[in-house]
Every structure is written in structure tokens, then in C-alpha cells.
């Protein structure tokens, strides 16, 4: 009886240690706008997320090996070279030692590194948008835009076949909305700005939501909904305008490639390249500043 008793405390045990690597799955992270797959979810631990080691440490550019005996991953990029032991709250960046707040460990017989800690030690910046459970990493060491010509400004975006403008179905605020063409109103809903990733690429904002216009989870598809969600910078919320002759744009999603169509229904879709007029945009100058 008591060694039924002491097995069933050890297999319950081995399961509250793996529970968080699959409580947290939901986790997205995203270098430089491409999101990151990971053979095990990443989880968090007292406020901090732990990652998959070998997935990070390639992903950004660095070489890894791991010290059996001793438990330590060693990982060098360049000039820089990181040391991280297993259940040991600190780690080496450079033969200086750095404070961890969460310690390497390992479950289901994989690495987990703490991945703030490790980003930054290879001068990389990392962002966390909470509402949309997104950690953000550039490798060069930015997150944000840089300010350009289109910061400050505000835009209506029309659909040039039925000049309705594009606007949140139900005037909602949440995420998941879908984005739609209307009749053209004097109101915020129908006002847009630019954020600039690179040259023609923009992610696209609402004025009033404050939510970029997205498709959702990254889907690959002709035929998946556009529609707005918190800003994640992921390449599913960037397009790439391209200028026709008369001025007009196709919207083009650079993480699938597909083409922003409205359909018959008036909303948004992504669609392969057909070149005609549910395709094709105005963009108008509305506001040089926020009014707010």
C-alpha cells in the first residue's frame, strides 16, 4: 500500500512539473516579424517566459552547445558569449555573471532558457503587447517603427469600385472584428494610420480601436477574413501598397502573400491576385494630427 501511495506521489509530481510548458500555450513570439515555432510551447514561470533553448539561440544567429557534466548550454554569436546552467539563477554573459530572476531547467527532457534574459544578452530588444499575448524580439535591437513621413497622420481607405470606406463591421472595439466597407462617415472608425516597417510595407491602425488590421493566426489561405486585433507586429499585419498608375493600391499581406479583396457580402478577404476592381484602394490624406 505505501509503495502504491509513493508512486502515485511521484507520477503526480512529474505531472505539476510539465503542467506549465502546456498552461501557457498560447504564447507567440515573433523575430523580426516572423514568428517563431517551437517543438515544445514556450511557459512562464514567475512572470517570465522560458523557451526552448536550441529554437532561440538559432533563431537569433547564435551557435549552441551543451556540457553534459556540468548542465550548462553555451551559446556565441559573434563577440558575445552567453553560459546558462541548469537550476542555477544566474547566468555568464562574457565571463560576467548575470542575476536570472527563473533559472534554466529542463522538462520533457528539453532545454528551457529564460527568453528576455538570453535575447538581451545577444543586444537584442524584447516587447511584451499583453493584450494580445505576443513577445515581441528584434535582433537589432528595436521594437518600434521609426518615426517617418506618415507618422501623425490619419487616412481613409477606399474601396475604389463602390468608394465605401473601410471601416470596423459594428463599429467594434475588440479584437477579432471584422473589417468591412461602408458608406463613408466623418468618424473615427473610418480613419486609419500608417505604421512603417520598411519601404511600401505598413501595418494599419484604427483610430479608434487602436487595433491593427490582421489576419488571423497567421492563416496561409485564400479566403481567411481580415480583421483587427492588437498590434503584434507580425508580418500577418503588415501590407505592402502597391502603387498603380492612377494612384490607386492593391494591398498586398506579406506574411501569405494573398491580396485584400472585398467580396460581394462588403467584407474584407484575402484572395489570390485576380487585379481587378475588388481589389483595387484609395488612400486619402484625412488628418495631419490626433484631435484626441
Known amino acids: 500500500m505505501i509503495k502504491k501511495v509513493l508512486s502515485f506521489l511521484l507520477i503526480l509530481a512529474y505531472v505539476i512539473s510539465v503542467v506549465p510548458a502546456y498552461a501557457n500555450s498560447d504564447i507567440t513570439v515573433v523575430l523580426d516579424g516572423k514568428i517563431l515555432s517551437f517543438e515544445q510551447n514556450p511557459f512562464i514561470e514567475n512572470g517570465r517566459t522560458l523557451v526552448p533553448m536550441r529554437?532561440?539561440?538559432?533563431?537569433?544567429?547564435?551557435?549552441?552547445?551543451?556540457?553534459?557534466?556540468?548542465?550548462?548550454?553555451?551559446?556565441?554569436?559573434?563577440?558575445?558569449?552567453?553560459?546558462?546552467?541548469?537550476?542555477?539563477?544566474?547566468?555568464e554573459v562574457n565571463g560576467?555573471?548575470?542575476?536570472?530572476?527563473?533559472?534554466?531547467?529542463?522538462?520533457?527532457?528539453?532545454?528551457f532558457v529564460p527568453l528576455r534574459a538570453v535575447s538581451e544578452a545577444f543586444g537584442a530588444k524584447v516587447d511584451y503587447v499583453a493584450e494580445s499575448k505576443v513577445i515581441l524580439i528584434s535582433s537589432t535591437g528595436t521594437t518600434?517603427?521609426?518615426?517617418?513621413?506618415y507618422s501623425g497622420k490619419y487616412f481613409r481607405i477606399v474601396h475604389t469600385k463602390t468608394q465605401k470606406s473601410l471601416t470596423v463591421a459594428n463599429d467594434a472595439l475588440g479584437d477579432g472584428a471584422r473589417i468591412t466597407i461602408d458608406t463613408t462617415k466623418d468618424e473615427d472608425i473610418q480613419l486609419w494610420s500608417l505604421e512603417t516597417q520598411d519601404k511600401?510595407?505598413?501595418?494599419?491602425?484604427?483610430?479608434?480601436s487602436k487595433r491593427a488590421i490582421d489576419i488571423p493566426g497567421f492563416n496561409m489561405e485564400p479566403?481567411?477574413?481580415?480583421?483587427?486585433?492588437?498590434?503584434?507586429?507580425?508580418?500577418?499585419?503588415?501590407?505592402?501598397?502597391?502603387?498603380?498608375?492612377?494612384?490607386?493600391?492593391?494591398?498586398?499581406?506579406?506574411?501569405?502573400?494573398?491580396?485584400?479583396?472585398?467580396?460581394e457580402d462588403g467584407y474584407l478577404y484575402q484572395e489570390e491576385f485576380t487585379g481587378d476592381d475588388s481589389q483595387i484602394f484609395t488612400v486619402i490624406l484625412i488628418e495631419t494630427e490626433d484631435k484626441e
Not at 560576467?96 to 532545454?111: F, G, Q
Open 96 to 111: 560576467e555573471k548575470k542575476v536570472l530572476d527563473v533559472p534554466a531547467k529542463i522538462v520533457n527532457d528539453r532545454t
Open 223 to 263: 479566403g481567411a477574413w481580415v480583421t483587427q486585433y492588437g498590434t503584434n507586429y507580425g508580418d500577418n499585419q503588415v501590407f505592402k501598397f502597391i502603387k498603380l498608375d492612377d494612384g490607386n493600391y492593391y494591398l498586398q499581406c506579406r506574411h501569405s502573400g494573398l491580396y485584400v479583396t472585398v467580396k
Open 144 to 149: 518600434g517603427y521609426p518615426k517617418d513621413p
Open 200 to 208: 511600401d510595407y505598413f501595418t494599419v491602425i484604427n483610430k479608434k
Open 55 to 91: 529554437a532561440i539561440f538559432e533563431a537569433l544567429g547564435a551557435s549552441v552547445s551543451w556540457d553534459g557534466e556540468t548542465k550548462t548550454v553555451t551559446s556565441q554569436k559573434e563577440n558575445t558569449t552567453v553560459k546558462v546552467t541548469i537550476d542555477q539563477a544566474e547566468m
